[in-house]
């Protein structure tokens, strides 16, 4: 079985911090990572993509992925109330997006 | 506009019966997937389809069966074989197998 670990949470940061969420996986092929954002009874909805090492950034959000140490993460600049949520790593496995359980997220005003 | 329509989004189901959920799509989108999601638990591959007429099993497709005989069309049927299928069902496509994948709006399934 192809593992996604991330820390269940809750998460809790104040208004304007950074928050910062971790993932690791065990499938070494994975070449394509995303993270998906889920508010609570709704579907995921794509917040960002990264494919090779490094840092990506895109508005306030920051991905990083080390496929040598197979983690990938989100930092959340400027954090507000509106980015409460469950957040998704998900790394391509084989066929499909392999989910983890999501990390719980409170911005706390 | 264009996106992914699930329907019904609340559906309750009496042990024993089958039920179908409906996906559609207007993306234009080659690959078409069905997840499965439980309270506090990430999503789960249910079937995915990569072309019409062809679809394979996930990682959980006990008591489940799709169709694809359509390009927009992937609708899931919940067999009377899955024992416990009080979830939520997430419909998603993609332009192809590793491409970024889009979700539909889900739809709860509640046996009563």
């Known amino acids: 079985q192809k593992e996604v670990e991330q820390n269940s949470g809750p998460l809790s940061v104040p208004e304007g911090a950074i928050a910062s969420l971790n993932c690791t996986y065990s499938?070494?092929?994975?070449?394509?990572f995303f993270w998906y954002r889920q508010y609570s009874g709704k579907s995921p909805e794509l917040i960002m993509s990264i494919y090779s090492n490094g840092d990506k950034e895109d508005g306030r959000f920051t991905a990083q992925l080390n496929k040598a140490s197979q983690y990938v993460s989100l930092l959340i600049r400027d954090s507000q109330p509106s980015d409460s949520a469950t957040y998704l790593c998900a790394p391509y496995s084989g066929y499909a997006l392999n989910f983890g359980k999501g990390t719980s997220l409170l911005v706390t005003p | 506009d264009g996106g992914i329509t699930q329907s019904p989004k609340y559906l309750f189901r009496k042990e024993g019966q089958n039920v179908t959920l409906s996906c559609e799509q207007n993306?234009?989108?080659?690959?078409m997937y069905w997840y499965r999601q439980d309270p506090g638990q990430g999503l789960r591959l249910i079937y995915y389809s990569q072309i019409v007429n062809d679809f394979q099993k996930g990682d959980i497709a006990e008591g489940y069966s799709v169709s694809r005989e359509k390009k927009e069309s992937f609708p899931l049927t919940v067999t009377s074989a899955q024992k416990n299928p009080t979830a939520f069902y997430l419909c998603?496509?993609?332009?192809?197998?590793?491409?970024?994948?889009?979700f539909g709006e889900g739809s709860w399934l509640t046996v009563v």
């Open positions: 998603a496509s993609s332009m192809g197998l590793s491409d970024t994948i889009y």
């Open positions: 993306l234009n989108h080659d690959a």
């Open positions: 499938d070494r092929v994975s070449q394509s």
